[in-house]
C-alpha cells in the first residue's frame, strides 16, 4: 500500500454569529451548545482526535474566546471539585496538551472557502481534515475515522457524502459521482454548490467533514465570490479535481443538523435516548408527552 502523508491537522471553522439561535447564542458561542451534556465543538473535538488527529486549528471570530476556554485548565472549579471528592473523569475530554490548540481570527465573513483559507499559515505543507461541528456525525467509528481508513488506501481529497431525498439538494453542495471505488468509496468527477433540484448531478451531498490536500489554500488564493456571495469551499475543490485525485466517503452512521433547531432537538433526542444513563427515563417522558 502507498505510504501518504499522515492527517495529523484540523480546521474547525466557528467564525459564525448563530443568528439563527438568538437569543441563545448572543453571548455564548453556537458552538457551546449542549447535546445533552457535551457542547457541539466537543463531539467534533472527539472525533478527531479518534481519527488520529493532533493539532486542532480553530478559527475564530470576535466573542468566541469561550471555544479555547473549554479546552482550558479551569483552575477554580477543578480545585473545588478535587476538594470535594468528585468524579474528575467527565472533564478528560476538555483537556489538551499544551500547544496542540491553535486559533486564528476570520475577521470578515467572507464564507466558509475565506475561512478555510484563514488557516494557511498552519496549515503548511500538510494534507489537512476539516470539520464543521454544526455536522453532528455519529457512528463507530466516527466519520473522521472512516475518512481516515480511506485516505490511507487511495490519498488525495476526500469528502463525507450522504444520500438525501432529490427534492433535498437545492440546500447543500452535491457531487457528481464517478466510478465506484467500494461499497462505500465514490470517484468524484465534479462538485456543486446548492444547484437547482433539476440540476444536480446527483443526490449525495456534502456533508461537513473534508481531508485536503495542502494546495486548496493556493486555490482560494484567487477564488471569486460564488453562491450566496461568499467564497465556497466546494468551488475551490471543484477546480481541483482532475488534477489530484478525489473521492467521496459514503458515511456509515447518523448525521444531525444541528445549524438548525430541529436538527438540533432531533440530535438532543436521539443522543439522549441512546444513554445508557437516561435513555429509558426520556423515552418514558418522550411517550407522555406523545400521549396528550
Not at 437569543?23 to 467534533?44: F, G, M, N, S, W
Not at 462505500?184 to 433540484?197: D, I, S
Request: glycine share 10%; proline share 7%; net charge negative.
Amino acid at each position: 500500500m502507498t505510504q501518504h502523508k499522515p492527517i495529523k491537522k484540523a480546521v474547525f471553522p466557528v467564525a459564525g454569529l448563530g443568528t439563527r439561535f438568538l437569543p441563545a447564542t448572543k453571548a455564548i458561542p453556537k458552538e457551546l451548545l449542549p447535546i445533552v451534556d457535551r457542547p457541539l465543538i466537543q463531539y467534533a473535538v472527539d472525533e478527531a482526535r479518534e481519527a488520529g488527529i493532533e493539532q486542532i486549528i480553530f478559527v475564530t471570530g470576535r466573542g468566541k474566546t469561550a471555544i479555547v476556554e473549554h479546552f482550558d485548565v479551569a483552575y477554580e472549579l477543578e480545585s473545588t471539585m478535587e476538594e470535594r471528592g468528585k468524579d474528575m473523569s467527565v472533564l478528560d475530554p476538555t483537556r489538551a496538551t499544551p500547544g496542540d490548540i491553535i486559533t486564528v481570527r476570520q475577521q470578515v465573513p467572507l464564507g466558509l472557502g475565506h475561512a478555510i483559507w484563514c488557516a494557511r499559515a498552519i496549515v503548511g505543507d500538510d494534507p489537512f481534515a476539516i470539520l464543521l461541528p454544526d455536522e453532528l456525525m455519529v457512528g463507530e467509528p466516527g466519520c473522521m475515522k472512516q475518512m481516515v481508513e480511506a485516505y490511507n488506501e487511495v490519498g488525495g481529497n476526500l469528502i463525507s457524502v450522504l444520500e438525501v431525498p432529490q427534492d433535498e439538494v437545492s440546500s447543500y453542495g452535491v457531487i457528481a459521482p464517478g466510478a465506484q471505488v467500494s461499497d462505500a468509496l465514490t470517484e468524484v468527477t465534479g462538485l456543486v454548490e446548492k444547484p437547482p433540484v433539476a440540476e444536480a448531478p446527483s443526490n449525495k451531498i456534502i456533508s461537513g467533514r473534508y481531508i485536503l490536500q495542502p494546495e486548496v489554500m493556493r486555490t482560494l488564493e484567487n477564488q471569486g465570490k460564488g453562491a450566496g456571495g461568499e467564497i465556497q469551499l466546494t468551488d475551490a475543490m471543484a477546480r481541483m479535481i482532475g488534477n489530484q485525485p478525489f473521492h467521496a466517503v459514503t458515511f456509515a452512521g447518523n448525521r444531525y443538523d444541528c445549524g438548525s433547531k430541529t436538527g438540533f432537538v432531533e440530535a438532543t433526542l436521539a443522543l439522549a435516548l441512546d444513554r445508557n444513563d437516561m435513555g429509558r427515563e426520556v423515552r418514558a417522558i418522550a411517550e407522555r408527552l406523545l400521549a396528550k
